[in-house]
């Protein structure tokens, strides 16, 4: 017997929809019958998306413009989604940037921006699709796209990784808190992936980059399985779990 939750009819809202990473999650998500309502800042580039996501899937798909930094926004947005899709059951939270740590070292109002958009800009739409979810009463998901950089701050990405912790506890809170309502809350962790985020940069470990379409895949898997955190590639919860393990004192002297 399969304990696999069905995608098919689940009404999807993909914030951040632009990304290389949500662009193939959207597809594998049309391919098992999932609604969708794409949310990004490019309404066109999402409206192209819309277009060749409806021929894969032959369902309608919505788009809203989605600016993650006017937070006052993000009510509006989810309600719309909700009224386009004529209902919402899960919110995938995908966007985010990279930024550049060592112009957010000498300029703190690059660190807040990298802060805003990996942290309170998720955390905003997170905490009214929990309420939304929580007053229509019939349960439901949000996912959200964290990192393994969340897992240990280290010199080369700490204000990126701060945000992305701070996310993961957020995360784990409102997991607790709507675990009564039938509301599930997966955190996903992905280790370096091949998109734009990641265009041209050499990262430790750059061999260990994955491409998106096995991330996708990974995340969709971890949707319908219904768990609370994954790591994709799974390799990398056991990568984090000795890093993790390292005695700080050490640890601050590895070049990682
Ligand atoms: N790639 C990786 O190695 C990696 C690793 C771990 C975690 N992650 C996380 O996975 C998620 C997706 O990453 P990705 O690699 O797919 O990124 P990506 O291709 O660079 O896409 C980033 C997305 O964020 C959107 N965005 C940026 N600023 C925005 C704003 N102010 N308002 C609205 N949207 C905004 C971008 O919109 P535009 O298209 O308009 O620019 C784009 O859709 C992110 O949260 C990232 O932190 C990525």
Redesign the pocket.
């Known amino acids: 017997m399969s304990h696999l939750q069905s995608l098919r009819g689940r009404r999807i809202c993909l914030v951040?929809s632009?990304?290389?990473?949500?662009r193939v999650v959207a597809r594998e998500l049309v391919a098992r019958g999932a609604i969708l309502h794409l949310g990004?800042?490019?309404l066109e580039?999402a409206r192209r998306d819309a277009v060749d996501l409806e021929l894969r899937g032959g369902l309608p798909v919505s788009v809203g413009r989605?600016?993650?930094?006017d937070l006052g926004s993000h009510a509006a947005f989810l309600a719309e989604a909700r009224q386009r899709m004529g209902g919402l059951d899960c919110v995938l939270v995908?966007?985010?940037?990279?930024g550049d740590q060592e112009r957010a070292r000498r300029d703190f109002a690059d660190a807040r921006q990298i802060m805003d958009?990996?942290y309170l800009a998720p955390a905003s739409v997170l905490s009214h699709a929990a309420a939304m979810l929580e007053d229509q009463g019939t349960g439901g998901m949000l996912v959200a796209?964290g990192?393994v950089a969340g897992d240990r701050g280290r010199p080369g990405n700490y204000t990126y990784g701060s945000a992305k912790a701070g996310l993961h506890a957020y995360l784990q809170g409102l997991r607790g808190r709507l675990a009564s309502a039938g509301i599930r809350v997966l955190t996903v962790k992905?280790?370096?992936?091949d998109?734009?985020?990641?265009f041209g940069m050499g990262f430790p470990g750059g061999r260990l980059t994955a491409q998106p379409e096995a991330v996708a895949r990974g995340i969709v898997r971890a949707m319908e399985r219904g768990s609370e955190v994954v790591y994709v590639p799974c390799f990398w919860g056991l990568i984090m779990g000795v890093l993790k393990a390292i005695p700080e004192s050490l640890f601050k002297r590895m070049k990682l």
């Open positions: 951040g632009t990304s290389g990473i949500a990004a800042r490019d580039e989605f600016e993650a930094l995908a966007f985010g940037i990279l958009l990996n796209l990192s992905p280790g370096p992936v998109t734009p985020m990641t």
